[in-house]
């Protein structure tokens, strides 16, 4: 007597097909993309960044949210403020920014230097977006789509290439 298949079940000495059963829910290593289409993106976001830094790099020398004076006046008085002799504190800027500008102060070539971070803070940007989509239970589609929109975003790019 030839054997069942585990797919089949007997039933009145007929084979009929078994009902499928719902999956369980996929683990995030399945449902993620090739890692070839995530290494593509992040070398179309290295070049895209790049080349956006230096068309514009001229952008750099630009401060006009005054991000790059408060970081003066934290270099030269240690202190956020505005002005040269009152010295006012302020809390209109957040302070991150300005502090990461004052470990370029010094440099001869400091906006070469920021220009750089700002490359790297655009690639760390394109990879939380495509990571939040994952956690938040886009499809591999969906997150890749964000993380290119990111990509390519000219809001995003303008604001890189500026203090």
């Avoid at 290593?29 to 090739?34: G, H, K, L």
């Avoid at 394109?126 to 390519?152: E, I, M, N």
Wanted: charged share 15%; proline share 9%; aromatic share 8%.
């Amino acid at each position: 007597m030839p054997r069942s298949s585990p797919l089949r079940s007997k039933s009145n000495g007929r084979d009929h097909p078994v009902a499928a059963k719902p999956m369980p829910s996929r683990p995030l290593v399945d449902r993620m993309p090739p890692r070839w289409i995530l290494l593509t993106l992040l070398c179309l976001v290295l070049i895209v960044r790049w080349r956006v830094m230096i068309a514009f790099s001229d952008s750099l020398f630009r401060d006009p949210d005054g991000y790059g004076y408060m970081a003066r006046q934290l270099y030269s008085s240690g202190t956020l403020s505005h002005g040269n002799t009152s010295y006012r504190l302020t809390a209109y800027r957040p302070p991150l920014y300005p502090l990461l500008l004052v470990a370029f102060e010094g440099l001869e070539t400091k906006h070469h230097y920021v220009g750089v971070v700002h490359v790297l803070l655009g690639v760390g940007t394109v990879c939380a977006v495509f990571r939040l989509g994952q956690l938040w239970d886009l499809p591999p589609g969906g997150s890749l789509l964000a993380a290119a929109l990111v990509t390519v975003d000219p809001i995003l790019l303008n604001q890189s290439v500026q203090l």
